[in-house]
Structures are given as structure tokens and as C-alpha cells.
Nanobody
Framework: QVQLVESGGGSVQAGGSLRLSCATS????????MGWFRQAPGKEREGVAA???????NYEDSVKGRFTISLDNAMNTLYLQLVSLKPEDTAMYYC?????????????????????WGQGTQVTVSS
């Protein structure tokens, strides 16, 4: 059974940094698309970053140059490095994984691309 467990969220001031982790079990992280999503209160969940089995990445426009998605195959863990954080980055961040072969990162910033989700980790950025 696939399990995803996020960690690393917290409260930081604007301009600060965090690294989110998504530990997986029952899943081979390098074989499929994985992504990070976020949902702020009163807003829809949005795709933030994705990485596919070829290592290609895709980012939502507002986080390009500030967030970096990466994989540690040995640890079976997905990461999201967040730098230059802004108050508008405040949200619950979710890790997502799919088991659909051949999906490219450019198609993995939508929630319908995924069939497994973690419980989320809160990121709060104060001004």
C-alpha cells in the first residue's frame, strides 16, 4: 500500500526558507510523476511543482526560481526546497504520487494526475 508522509513545514518570516519532505513507502519514487500541491484557506488546491520519471520538472509560475523539487531515490523521499518565501505562500502543502506510466512533468501540475496523497504539512509565512 502506498503511503506518503509530509514533514518540514513551519512558521517563518518573509524571505525565509524551508525544506519539505515527503517520505514514501510501498512506492518507487523514480518510476512515476510526483508533485507538491498547496491549498490556502478559501482557495482551491493548486499544483506547485512536479517531477517525472525522467527527472524533468515543472513549476507553477509564481514559485519559479524560488522553489525546487527533487528526489532522493536511496531514501525514497521527495523534497521541496522553498526559499524567498512570501506571505502568499502560506498554505497547507501536500505531496502527491501517481502510478500511471509515461506521464510527463508538464502534465503533472493538476490534481487529476495523481491517485495518492499525503496528509499535508502547514507552511505559514509572516510579513
Amino acid at each position: 500500500q502506498v503511503q506518503l508522509v509530509e514533514s518540514g513545514g513551519g512558521s517563518v518570516q518573509a524571505g525565509g526558507s524551508l525544506r519539505l519532505s515527503c517520505a514514501t513507502s510501498g512506492y518507487t519514487i523514480s518510476s512515476y510523476c510526483m508533485g507538491w500541491f498547496r491549498q490556502a484557506p478559501g482557495k482551491e488546491r493548486e499544483g506547485v511543482a512536479a517531477i517525472d520519471s525522467d527527472g524533468s520538472t515543472n513549476y507553477e509560475d509564481s514559485v519559479k526560481g524560488r522553489f525546487t523539487i527533487s528526489l532522493d531515490n536511496a531514501m525514497n523521499t521527495l523534497y521541496l526546497q522553498l526559499v524567498s518565501l512570501k506571505p502568499e505562500d502560506t498554505a497547507m502543502y501536500y505531496c502527491a504520487a501517481n502510478t500511471f506510466m509515461g506521464v510527463a512533468a508538464k502534465d503533472c501540475l493538476v490534481s487529476t494526475a495523481y491517485n495518492y496523497w499525503g496528509q499535508g504539512t502547514q507552511v505559514t509565512v509572516s510579513s
